[in-house]
């Protein structure tokens, strides 16, 4: 059985995840991406971006500032409506969400979105214990704006506040006039980012599913809603997200559903909002967001701003202001699943089956001994000439099956071996991950062999 401890277990010990600030004793929500992890997250991003930016003849990149102006997020409505309802423990003074604690006793009950009167009453009604002490002692729900403030030091008074962003679709919306102006885009179209956003909220120890700091992978689709009817685009983005999911990243889609926000769960901004789901050891949760934005954000900044961000029909000459569908992933969670997801316990053995396109090294290189010149040697010479084109990963640490056993957990799909038969005749074993079966071939067909399996 999968469960949440065993990937955490498995994160740390060779290298993916670590808890953050760890050596002082970790800090809350926090983790860092060590050699292995890091490998994979960029292999997520990069296909995630291919796919949809260099995939498609309609979607633009962007990478906007991490610190915006403050009018950003007051024309936004983030100022004043990005707010979680948190409720503190009497006893041992700790603080949760209410919206989660109450579902993580009520697994079936959605309560995001709620007024903080009726999360108090829930609260009451279902008796709901604090986690660390196990008391009923609670404060009244409030609300806690999750936007983090930043004071520029080079701008004095209260021009000096900015703001970490909270979310990535800002940078693309105060961006859109520049990419019009700028390129040769035309409705529809869409602007794609990925980058790190900030929300200081509390979170139930999901591992990296909800932290204070975590990776998008955004995209604001534009288009007219005179010529194309929003529900039929946004059940073509429903279709397209499905797809990346199942096919590109290879994930079962009997983890796999959709889910409608309610209109008391819905964002501020949207007329509708739908989640793909994957069914995680802790339930189903959200893993990437579909949302129908209208035409709010575009408008709410030309009124705060006074810069006209409508854009010029081709044909008529009349101007106007694009309403948007905008699909929004985590990309730290599309990594946790992908964790889950490929997880398998092969006897003695734990094996990540991840997709060959996803995994940190395409394969490992071994000499059979390293107390042998002659092996490490060669097997340098192996390591060195498909270092050109793979990224592959060296190891010559303890005995050979502790090697393949280290290997099957980070999910690289194949090691190659140098042994005495080797020296003799210019062959070497290369071991498939998830079969562990072996073949000799020879080290000049090595390259294209590797090339032709990982296709």
């Known amino acids: 059985m999968i469960t949440l401890e065993k990937i955490v277990s498995l994160a740390k010990r060779r290298g993916i995840i670590y808890p953050g600030s760890d050596i002082y004793g970790g800090l809350a929500n926090t983790y860092d991406y060590g050699p292995v992890g890091v490998e994979i997250l960029r292999n997520i991003k990069n296909v995630w971006w291919k796919f949809f930016v260099q995939g498609m003849d309609n979607i633009v990149g962007l990478d906007a500032s ?8 007051e024309a936004s409505g983030h100022t004043s409506g990005f707010a979680d309802a948190m409720v503190d423990c009497k006893n041992c003074r700790s603080r949760f969400r209410a919206d989660h604690l109450i579902e993580n006793q009520k697994e079936d009950l959605k309560v995001e979105g709620l007024t903080v009167e009726k999360l108090s009453d829930l ?6 214990k604090c986690p660390n002490c196990k008391k009923e002692e609670w ?3 409030r609300k806690f704006n999750l936007l983090f403030p930043v004071n520029l030091g080079i701008v004095e008074g209260d021009k000096s506040l900015a703001y970490l962003r909270g979310e990535t679709a800002q940078g693309i919306f105060i961006n859109f006039k520049n990419i019009v102006d700028s390129t040769r885009v035309k409705l529809p179209f869409g602007i794609a980012q990925i980058g790190k ?3 200081n909220e509390i979170t139930l120890g999901n591992f990296i599913f909800r932290t204070i700091e975590f990776e998008q992978g955004e995209i604001e689709y534009f288009f007219d809603p005179k010529a194309e009817n929003w529900e039929k685009v946004f059940e073509v983005w429903k279709k397209t997200m499905w797809s990346f999911v199942t096919k590109i990243l290879s994930v079962d889609e009997k983890k796999l559903r959709w889910r409608e926000h309610s209109q008391e769960e819905r964002s501020f901004y949207s007329t509708r909002t739908e989640d793909l789901e994957y069914k995680f050891p802790f339930g189903f949760k959200e893993l990437w967001g579909l949302a129908y934005r209208t035409d709010y954000d575009l408008k709410q900044h030309m009124e705060v701003s006074g810069v006209d961000l409508t854009i010029d029909d081709p044909n008529t000459g009349e101007k106007i202001t694009p309403h948007v569908i905008e699909p929004a992933v985590g990309i730290n969670r599309l990594l946790l ?16 089956k991840l997709d060959p396109r996803l995994a940190a090294y395409k394969a490992a290189v071994f000499p059979l001994l390293a107390n042998k010149p002659d092996l490490v040697k060669k097997a340098r010479l192996i390591y060195d000439d498909l270092k050109e ?5 060296w190891d010559d640490r303890g005995n050979i099956g502790k090697r393949y056993f280290a290997q099957d957990e980070i999910g690289t799909p ?7 038969q080797s020296l003799e005749d210019d062959t070497v074993t290369i071991r498939d991950r998830d079969t562990a079966k072996q073949e000799r071939i020879k080290i000049g067909d090595l390259g294209n062999t590797l090339k032709s399996k990982l296709s």
């Open 414 to 420: 194949y090691c190659i071996t140098v042994d005495f």
């Open 337 to 352: 699943m992908l964790l889950m997801d490929s997880y398998h316990e092969d006897g003695e053995r734990v094996v990540l």
């Open 389 to 393: 084109d793979l990224n592959v990963v």
């Open 123 to 128: 609260i009451k009604k279902f008796h709901v």
């Open 66 to 73: 991490i610190i915006s102006h403050q009018k950003i997020w």
């Open 197 to 199: 956003s900030f929300r």
């Open 139 to 141: 404060t009244a729900v």
